[in-house]
């Protein structure tokens, strides 16, 4: 038969093992405490003062579960559990684009020139803007060719948008700027428009105008450190469009073909890509490409097919359906393999380089050099 009871000497053995956990608990977090107060230049208070650090020791005497969140300097500490339990007390972020763009995240929209990028970026804005503020940054168009997007070509009348929504252009008469100096300045009126509009979605068209070269690792990685920093610091919801350098049309889309793909995808909470349908020149596909907070609904087997439509006085990318993307590349033949190999050594014969060629013909380096030896 099993025990019902413990002995005397198994209580007293468990509350001599509880006790050893709680010192060496103790004693674990205050080596950690000791350390960070060493490495703190204490003229410097910014970081862990003394007063932290009391309030260090005390976080380890105390239970991680219920003891409110400490901050120390830049940094937050919580339990696991803390971390569920406060999670859980949030809202269910909503969907701003169906699966492709949720509350809270930062998202790239990009695709190929003429692809409908701003089309359906405005469509975006227009929607969330019943019900929130929204800032579109827009660095590509002039009022003029905007006019003519949202102007009914029969009756002339122009599009009614929601009051919430605001356009946001370069003023050029605030002075000049380098190409060098003009991100940082563009960077920093984003936050006070933020500020005073009280905006709780931002859109920029497009991440160019506030990274003179984002195809650099260490530029786009910045970059993206300053827009997640604003994205916490004012809890933003924020949609980047990106273009993609000249890719391969018979191949699917990928993170590779975001110019800077790998420093920026890693600080992305989403991406989706719009692609050409080989097929029609005027239907558009529309797929997943990074996905952190739902199920990867839209990838290769499942994209949006739409086609560029303006019904009345809005221009629109108009919803058809769904299909799967390999339907919608570009097929290549023999001959077309044989005319870009030929390309491609007429290209290295004038100096080119082999990144050089790949990154202008949208190839892998490796697939350049393997057609080049042919």
């Keep these: 038969m099993k025990k019902k009871y413990k002995t005397a000497v198994e209580v007293?053995?468990?509350a001599e093992r509880r006790e050893t956990r709680k010192r060496e608990s103790r004693e674990s977090c205050s080596q950690v405490t000791n350390q960070m107060a060493k490495e703190v230049d204490t003229s410097k208070e910014e970081f862990v003062s003394t007063s932290e650090t009391e309030i260090l020791e005390k976080f380890a005497e105390s239970s991680l579960?219920?003891?409110?969140?400490?901050?120390?300097?830049?940094?937050?500490?919580?339990?696991?559990?803390?971390?569920?339990?406060?999670?859980?007390?949030?809202?269910?972020?909503?969907?701003?684009?169906?699966e492709f763009w949720y509350e809270g995240e930062t998202c790239c929209l990009f695709a190929d020139s003429n692809a409908g990028k701003s089309i359906l970026a405005v469509q975006i804005a227009r929607n969330i803007a019943t019900s929130q503020k929204v800032l579109y940054f827009d660095f590509e168009l002039s009022e003029h060719h905007f006019l003519r997007r949202y102007t009914d070509d029969e009756t002339k009348q122009t599009y009614k948008f929601p009051k919430n929504l605001y356009r946001v252009c370069l003023n050029y008469m605030m002075g000049e700027y380098t190409v060098e100096e003009l991100p940082d300045k563009i960077m920093s009126n984003i936050k006070k428009l933020v500020r005073e509009i009280g905006a709780s979605v931002i859109i920029i068209d497009n991440l160019t105008w506030i990274a003179y070269n984002s195809r650099s690792t260490q530029m786009a990685g910045e970059l993206m450190k300053r827009l997640s920093a604003m994205k916490v610091q004012y809890n933003l919801s924020m949609l980047i469009l990106a273009h993609?350098?000249?890719?391969?049309?018979?191949?699917?889309?990928?993170?590779?073909?975001?110019?800077?793909?790998?420093?920026?995808?890693?600080?992305?909470?989403?991406?989706?890509?719009?692609?050409?349908?080989?097929?029609?020149?005027?239907?558009?596909?529309?797929?997943?490409?990074?996905?952190?907070?739902?199920?990867?609904?839209?990838?290769?087997?499942?994209?949006?097919?739409c086609e560029i439509r303006k019904v009345r006085s809005f221009l629109m990318l108009f919803k058809l359906g769904f299909g799967m993307e390999s339907e919608h590349l570009k097929k290549r033949k023999d001959g077309d393999k044989d005319a870009l190999i030929a390309k491609i050594k007429v290209m290295k014969a004038n100096g080119k380089s082999i990144r050089e060629i790949a990154a202008e013909l949208g190839m892998s380096p490796a697939t350049v050099d393997r057609y080049s030896k042919k």
Excluded: H
Excluded at 72 to 93: M, Q, W, Y
Excluded at 263 to 284: H, Q, T, W, Y
């Design 244 to 305: 993609t350098p000249k890719r391969n049309m018979s191949k699917s889309i990928t993170q590779n073909d975001l110019g800077g793909s790998k420093m920026i995808m890693n600080f992305l909470d989403s991406a989706f890509a719009i692609g050409f349908s080989s097929k029609d020149p005027n239907i558009r596909y529309i797929k997943q490409i990074k996905v952190r907070y739902a199920e990867k609904k839209y990838g290769e087997d499942n994209v949006w097919l």
């Design 12 to 14: 007293q053995n468990l």
């Design 65 to 98: 579960d219920d003891y409110k969140p400490l901050d120390v300097g830049l940094l937050t500490i919580k339990s696991f559990n803390r971390v569920l339990i406060d999670a859980a007390k949030e809202k269910e972020p909503t969907k701003l684009f169906d």
